[in-house]
């Protein structure tokens, strides 16, 4: 059974920083991409950022060169370090894990970190 478990959030001020985990269990992150989504009051889910099974990054916009994402393979860990975190950074975030096994496609979810940025 997969399972993701996000840690890290909390209320910091802008300009902080915050870094979460999602420590997963019954997968390994090694093979396959890890995402970090984010929702916001009254909007959609937004992907923030991915990290591929060859360790490729891609950002959202709003995030490029402020929010990392990494992966620790050996702890089965994903990180998003979050930098000069803005009010509108305010969102719950999310780690999935996304792959294709026998063709069928495979997505999982942890219970989310509430982040809050305010002064």
């Known amino acids: 059974q997969v399972q993701l478990v996000e840690s890290g959030g909390g209320l910091v001020q802008p300009g902080g920083s915050l870094r979460l985990s999602c420590a997963g269990s019954?997968?390994?992150?090694?093979?396959?991409?890890m995402n970090w989504y984010r929702q916001a009051p009254g909007k959609q889910r937004e992907l923030v950022a991915t990290?591929?099974?060859?360790?490729?990054?891609t950002y959202t916009e709003s995030v490029k060169g402020r929010f990392t994402i990494s992966r620790d393979s050996a702890k089965n860990t994903a990180y998003l370090q979050m930098n000069s975190l803005k009010p509108e950074d305010t969102a719950v975030y999310y780690c999935?894990?996304?792959?294709?096994?026998?063709?069928?496609?495979?997505?999982?979810w942890g219970q989310g970190t509430q982040v809050t940025v305010s002064s």
């Open positions: 999935n894990a996304a792959f294709v096994v026998l063709g069928a496609k495979n997505d999982y």
């Open positions: 019954g997968i390994s992150f090694r093979f396959i991409t």
């Open positions: 990290i591929t099974a060859g360790g490729s990054t």
